[in-house]
């Protein structure tokens, strides 16, 4: 009985021979399932919020944007790049200013914002936090609009903003805090004071015969 022709099957449980005959060739040629092993290239995924602790657009939107980030990790990988996640609690107007913050929730792909458009509608949560009304950023998507930005929407944003090299659109312009930020922030920092009974500057709790608060009569010294 004479010898059995090598199957594909049979070919392949021996292991690959691309290149087998040319010695010359080494390790030029292969048949392994290998990943990209070219340089990587750091994509920032800033993800800015106001708050974590109650806002219910928040919390959606930092579930969604890490379930996004691990979805596109893999495909972006094996182009060369590598994704890295940074969530940013803007909590103070100076750091708004620092990040050029227009409205929360925010996601940015290396500094450019994943819409090309800012639009809000009413926030109770924000508005319940700091006691002023405050509008929160909604999402264009399948011809609605969503108070938490779907996962797809995310995913997309990431993929075509990293291969479009998109970059900031508004880097050169002076920023100026918006007002529903700044309505944010004092009343923030208000309903603390508030809540802490401070009367630093209040000039009810002055000694008699004295025309503003002591350092005594201060409850915050």
């Known amino acids: 009985m004479s010898e059995k022709e090598p199957t594909a099957e049979s070919a392949h449980q021996e292991g690959c021979c691309c290149g087998a005959e040319d010695p010359a060739a080494g390790d030029a040629y292969r048949c392994s399932d290998d990943a990209y092993a070219g340089p990587m290239r750091k994509v920032d995924v800033d993800f800015l919020y106001l708050d974590l602790a109650c806002c219910d657009r928040c919390q959606g939107a930092d579930k969604r944007v890490e379930a996004a980030v691990e979805r596109c990790h893999s495909v972006l990988a094996a182009c060369g790049y590598d994704l890295v996640l940074n969530s940013i609690h803007v909590d103070s107007a100076k750091l708004a200013e620092a990040y050029r913050f227009e409205s929360s929730p925010t996601i940015r792909v290396n500094g450019a914002d994943i819409c090309p458009s800012v639009e809000e509608n009413d926030c109770a949560c924000c508005s319940d936090m700091s006691d002023a009304a405050v509008t929160c950023r909604v999402f264009p998507f399948n011809d609605a609009y969503y108070e938490v930005p779907p996962t ?24 100026e805090l918006p007002e529903n930020l700044a309505r944010f922030y004092a009343g923030v920092q208000e309903k603390s004071r508030a809540e802490a009974g401070c009367c630093c500057g209040d000039t009810s ?9 002591s350092e005594d009569s201060c409850c915050c010294c």
């Open 152 to 175: 797809d929407l995310i995913v997309r944003g990431i993929i075509e903003a990293v291969m479009q090299d998109r970059q900031p659109d508004n880097a050169a312009l002076p920023y």
């Open 205 to 213: 709790a002055a000694k008699p015969g004295k025309g503003a608060a």
